[in-house]
């Protein structure tokens, strides 16, 4: 038989689309010729697979050899396919049984001495293989990552004479075997001083989804408010972890096996770029709002952000997806993550502080506080003026506030009646669905319209001040949202005030 098939997978944004490893030996001089659109690294492959071909005391035809990666459209980057690729010419060459081959798929990337390499991207090939019901075969520095998708049945192997022993019948290859799973106990909210108000709305934040900015003089604890929300967050379930963990596998920075039900926390640099920030580069890879897929991105020193690079969270805000563009292709990722921001009230810090220290004029502060654009303020739900702590409030022996573990239950009960009500957190309701479960009575009605009016908010702040109001009762146990759900809710939009708000011009 002079022609073989491996199934292997390629790396396409998050998912894992299927690929044929096709060879076929031919005759004429003893060349090797590797088609459907390979990269570089792909390319390269046949120098690989002949050196660890020959070091596992196999013969390399003599013949000339075509390698056809299917389908032929879809880019083929890095080393992964190395173990098919030498799977297919042993096999085509009757070295391994062929029919052998069609139960598994092969992912690996092969060294000069036969040995087999971990290779990124092995989470979402690994769910994609036990959709197509078969087996996968991964380097041992991938069994971890691949045992998350309990699904398949994933084995491990280190070499490349282990992967042909197991396709004779020889000896069987280990299955892999997952992590222990580690959580470890994250910053605790009693470790915040004071701050009864700022942390009233993180409690919010974090049982309805919703988006928050904080606004304060340095060292007034926005960071420290802001690292204690993903604590505050119910645990992920599987399908949420393994999004999360997918995303991490793909991203070329490395999954930890051993934490990937932790919800993720981003903290970028405000130097960041905006295809830091949203993804991109030749091959696409995710951003940071992806990495913060289904965990929280803390923006501090938001008006020090390049504003470009900040617009681009415009529209993932919205829909929780963001696309990433090339001319050679285009990848989508998902990006449902809760934004946390941080800023100072002014150049200097210390507008409307109690000390009087702040020299900053009208106009200085306008310009600063004009970085950051309307739409994008018009997407956070909740702007909280974070004040400096008193230093009677910074005693060793003054009381501590509650800790994560008790606000954290009633943020899990609020989410339980949230997902019974419309299956997803009050911040990712649609139009209609906020109309229908965010009724008002007609004096409400009234109170809401004066709101709108006098602030000059927008439509969708509404609906925002809406939602956030579902949210306070919520937590307060009530079926209907009360006047004092409502005021509480117009409270949080303070930044959006007419001629005395720091909305961006």
Known sequence: MNLALVHSRARSGV???????EVHLGGGLPAMSIVGLPEAAVREAKDRVRAAIQCAQFEFP??????NLAPADLPKDGGRFDLAIALGILAASGQVPLEALQEYEFLGELGLTGELRAVDGVLPAALATAQAGRKLVVPAGNGAEAALATQVEACTARTLLEVCAMLEGRKPLPHAIALPTVRERGPDLADVRGQAHARRALEIAAAGGHHLLLIGPPGCGKTL?????????????EEEALEAAAIASVSGRGLDPARWRERPYRSPHHTASAVALVGGGAEPRPGEISLAHRGVLFLDELPEWDRRALEVLREPLESGVVTVSRAARSSEFPAQFQLVAAMNPCPCGWAG???GRCRCNGEAIRRYRARISGPLLDRIDLHIEVPRLPPTELRP??????????????????RAVQHGRAGKPNARLSQAETMATCRLSNADHALLERAVDTLQLSARSLHRILRVARTI??????????????SEAIGYRRIDRGSQSTQAA
């Open 353 to 355: 502080d109690s000390s």
């Open 62 to 67: 003599a013949r000339r050899i075509t390698v």
């Open 15 to 21: 998912r894992a689309p299927a690929v044929r490893v």
């Open 473 to 486: 009762a919520d937590l307060a146990g009530q079926p209907q949202i009360l006047t004092a759900h409502l």
């Open 225 to 237: 408010l802001a690292s204690r929300l993903s604590g505050l967050l119910p645990e992920a379930s």
């Open 397 to 414: 022996d003054a009381p501590d506030g509650e800790c994560t573990l008790d606000v954290r239950e009633r943020v899990v009960q609020a």
